[in-house]
């Protein structure tokens, strides 16, 4: 059975996309089979692997599958590249809180549906939107792990305290197998004392896991994306894709 995975940070700008496509590449690149599914209505995740998100087909992005509108073997695009397959999405998203109000049940609609083909991927990898709605509680009811990625910044530790609560509160009333894989540090800065602080003082106040790996700033991370490729194609040199392999390998090494 495919393990999924939510990646999620109700503060914007964390490096979650970034992280989402970059660790799902690097995964297939080590011979496992991703699906990435795109619940951030921006549809970042969806254009950073070279989709069109504007000109998809009528019913066949995750919006129309949480309405009901279409089964999950509609949407998915198989095999965007070796070994990646991705649930698309799109601006429609945004309407879908509003739409599913008065639903029965719909924390679970995501479960439900991925519950048909995880079996088929070894690794389901879900990016969130930045905020704590209801797309991302259907992520978390989905997932059997969080990977919460974190900006070396000053304010690394706002949010994280009530992520970690909104985490534990799924797990005790919607989805009790939820545990919290862990902490993953984006947008390294070697030339600044700040990111080695911030580093410093998380691993100081959290009790949670945290990757060895740690994502630094990189010009080819920040360029993948308008190419539409992984950094793992796109710069499969870099110190970038680099830190992704040692993600994903670590990741890899818990199963």
């Known amino acids: 059975m495919g393990k999924v995975i939510a990646l999620a ?5 964390v490096g979650k996309t970034t992280t989402t496509i970059n660790l799902a590449a690097a995964l297939a690149e080590q011979g496992k089979k991703v699906l990435v599914i795109d619940t951030d209505p921006q549809g970042n995740t969806t254009s950073g692997f070279g989709i069109d998100k504007n000109n998809l087909p009528d019913n066949s992005t995750i919006y129309e599958l949480m309405l009901g509108d279409c089964s999950v073997f509609d949407c998915i695009i198989k095999d965007v590249f070796p070994g990646i397959s991705v649930l698309p999405s799109n601006v429609n998203l945004a309407a879908a809180e509003i739409e599913l109000i008065g639903v029965e049940k719909k924390e679970f609609i995501l479960h439900n549906e991925i519950d048909y083909i995880r079996d088929d991927y070894d690794y389901v990898v879900i990016d969130c939107p930045p905020s704590l709605n209801m797309l991302t509680i259907n992520a978390m009811t989905t997932a059997d792990s969080v990977i919460v990625p974190i900006q070396c910044e ?6 994280l305290s009530q992520l970690i609560h909104t985490v534990n509160l799924i797990k005790e009333r919607l989805n009790p197998d939820l545990s919290l894989e862990g902490v993953v540090f984006t947008m390294y800065d070697a030339r600044t004392n700040l990111s080695a602080q911030v580093v410093e003082n ?3 106040n959290l009790e949670e896991k945290i990757f060895d790996t740690v994502i630094p700033r990189n010009i080819s991370l920040a360029e993948a994306p308008s190419y539409g490729l992984p950094i793992t194609m796109y710069a499969p040199r870099s110190t970038g894709a680099e830190s992704y392999r040692n993600l994903a390998m670590e ?3 818990t199963e």
């Open 202 to 204: 998380v691993k100081d």
């Open 251 to 253: 990741l890899i090494k």
């Open 9 to 13: 940070n109700q503060k914007g700008g």
């Open 154 to 159: 000053f304010y690394a530790l706002e949010g």
